[in-house]
């Protein structure tokens, strides 16, 4: 009897679900072939993804859920999973098992069980289990949890046939009643609450033995489900009929109920998995972790390996920069020749050349920085790195009030803070969660480099790199400032355990790494594409109107606009309407400042620069870079928060604090280096 | 019956029980701390303990790890 209602009809539809580090992702890869993010970090897949696997030339949905150790509402990741599993919209559930680390992942799977999920198990790793000694019975496997189970190595394609051909062969599996003896005290009282169920209007849906269970567990979230589902008094009198029996028993009753399902599954492992040898414990990982993980030499090894990644990022990527400039102009400068010849408006020319081609342009100039970021920390979370870097920095982050894990998202936000503070979702913690996200944006993202670039290259051509370094480095500092300010002020008391399983090395595949990384390019080509495209054309419809203004003139709504804000700029050391109306279009996409000073400026490329020196002073530009690194992010950032944190307050705290801290920090950057008389 | 965090580095041990709420619990049953599993520190620097737990090698903050109680087993060091 399957007791989950399942909704779906039509093609089939599957969901893969399982421990963090069983491959789960890469299975799905192989399964779909859709671009995805694979990480051999824990928690890498965030959100629900789904793909098409194709069997007979049957199309099958399948839909990979996040990895989580148990179905708690712990974190969101936890929570997508369970609210996936508990709604049935599905036909089969495939539960992707470790096969070298049987019994935690077992544990999920008897949950699902206990749910009443039609279940098949699919062990993957197989080779490395077997590697290690350990042979799995999965005949006897499969008649001891009475469902399908299918072994795999998802890393090299294989058992992926047999898999899809089971998963169709069984898509009407019902499991039936899967039953862990708790012993005649708890099964007494799963009976009785099974009794009074069964007089209840709970629906067909929800399995009573796992509401009982759960009952006797004292799981609020249980008591949340069935408050839609059955009458309070019921609820109430179920309530205190278990409060009553535990007051009567030594142990608790969910020690007792977690010790028996993990006996049920020493005893399932005891008759089907035989141990060749013993295992080796002194494991190359381990060595690996000896030095990485080292107290003295942990943080500097981490700090080598960051230098390392913007080394890489940059050292490569500025040829290509290069490169890609000199493409855009010349397709400009064709295009534009092109129109011209076949007596084109020249509004039509200006809109093509200077808005579509200019724009686009301007924002493919970093993609290079972008790509070789994100494929450096590809590397790093699949080789397994990532995971022992959260572990180092701990300590330092728990300082601060955040949590080990909490630097990822803000390394990710050097290549852009939308996928950054989307990573904020394996935190536990909401506390730490909000807090990443409030900083994030102070991480200097690839969108703010060009406006360095421009400005330190017409400015301090002798020491622009410092002058980069110097910003990057500004926006860790205030970070870590506003991090510990929002610590004390604002979520006080509430504090957070680490918590983080530290995956044996591998040598990351090819395959995984680029996929892991184009899934975060794309994320930003495709904010790239719709919102800075759309912005490009706003700006160029802006420096176009009133109708018969010049173009991008002061008299134009762009420098209207300009002019209406330019005071507040001025004790900042910015006061034209030019740097004011690029600052508006700048929280539409950082990038885009650059691109609005060209037009507003009225300048091609090479005019910029000498536009630039003639308008700022050194002193004037470091306040301006300062401010466009720290104030209101972009809208897609925003955006994100809002979706990630499901309410308008938080994008609006963000928008509002980092203006502020912007105008406070360049402020005073231009005031005390005017009292010194430094670059002026 | 000792707390986890009291071991040394390269200290063996076997889960007696782990106290605390059921969050605590929860979250350390399903990553398979649970009553006679045999465990192994592996790194404690005073943040984080590394713990070796069936093949796994698993960070625990302090505060989670001294809610695991154990008896001492020996150590390899």
Redesign the interface.
Known sequence: MALLNKKNSGNLKIALAGNPNSGKTTLFNELTGSRQHVGNWPGVTVEKKVGKAFYNNKSIEVVDLPGT??L?A?SEDEIVARDFLTSGDYDLVLDIINS??L??NL??AIQLLEMGVDLIAVLNMADEAKK?GIDININKLSAELGIPVVETVAKKGEGIDSLLKKTVENKDLEVSDFKIDYGNKIESIINEIISKLDDSRISKNINKRWAAIKLI???PEIYERLEKEISNNLLKKLKTLVAKKELKSENSF??II??K??EFIDNVIEKTVTYREK?N?DKL??KI?NVV?N?YL?IPIFLFIMWAMFKFTFTLGDPLIGYIEAFFGAIGDWVGQLLLNIGAPSIITSFIADGIIDGVGSVLVFLPNIVLLFLFIAVLEDSGYM?RAA?VM??IM?KLGLH?KSFIPMVIGFGCNVPGVMATRTLDNKKDKIVSILINPLMSCSARLPVYIVFAGALFPNNGGIVVFSLYLLGILLAVIMASVFNKFFFDGE????????P?YRVPSVKSVFIHMWEKVSAFIKKAGTIIFSVVVLIWVLANLPVGVEYASAQSLIGRFGQLIAPIFKPLGFGSWQAASSLIFGILAKEVVVGTLGVVYSLGEGGLRTALTANFNPLAAYSFMAMVLIYTPCIATLGTIKSETNSWKWPIITAAYLFVLAWIVSFLIYQIGMLLGIGI | MISLIELKTGEKACIEKIIGGRRAKNRLSSLGFVRGKNIKIFRDNGGPIIIGINDDRIALGRGMASKVMVSQKGSDK
Do not use: H, Q
């Open positions: 150790y148990s708690g712990y070298s680390n019994d935690r544990f999920f290690k567990e004292k799981d969910e020690n977690i010790n399902k993990y295992k414990e990982s381990d972790d993980t107290k942990g995971a572990y701990d300590k728990t080990g504090k957070s355990d680490f918590l983080m399983e530290l044996p």
